[in-house]
């Protein structure tokens, strides 16, 4: 195991052990698949804390929603990339209640567009889903 120090002029140092190993295939966060139901926050397809960052979302129909986990059930800066598989729907994403994602208010949603993509990523004082929606782009 490789022994590494902070230095304030230098940031991490690494003073012994075997170098890093690179990865050829980029960063691995794994995935779940969710299929869309339900339309309000209570019913909505609850997304697994455990089962991967990339969620795979199936049966968006411009009103099925899936929900995040709780922000009291993950650490800071864990981090969940949702995609709307469906090309011709939107999707709903809602929070878990009492949470929020941003820039919306507590308990309410965000519509994704149709082959659209969540990013959400939860803050450090667990009060907020901080997120981004990349535009959508075609061949």
């Known amino acids: 195991m490789p022994k590494v120090v902070i230095n304030s002029s230098q ?3 690494q003073q012994t052990g075997a170098a ?3 990865s050829a295939v980029g960063v691995g966060v794994g995935a779940q698949s969710v299929t869309a139901a339900g339309t309000s926050i209570g019913v909505a397809t609850q997304i697994s804390a455990t089962g991967g ?3 795979l ?3 968006a129909d411009n009103t099925a929603a899936v929900k995040l986990p709780a922000l009291s059930e993950v650490p800071a800066g864990t981090v969940f990339f949702i995609l709307n598989l469906v090309g011709n729907k939107t999707l709903e994403i809602f929070p878990t209640a009492g949470d929020q994602i941003h820039p919306a208010a507590d308990d309410a949603a965000i519509t994704v567009a149709a ?3 969540l990013i959400c990523v939860a803050d450090s004082s667990g009060a907020l889903w901080a997120s981004a929606e990349p535009a959508v782009t075609g061949a």
């Open 53 to 55: 960052g990339l969620v």
């Open 11 to 13: 940031g991490l140092i």
């Open 20 to 22: 890093p190993v690179a």
């Open 115 to 117: 082959d659209g993509m």
């Open 57 to 59: 979302v199936s049966g």
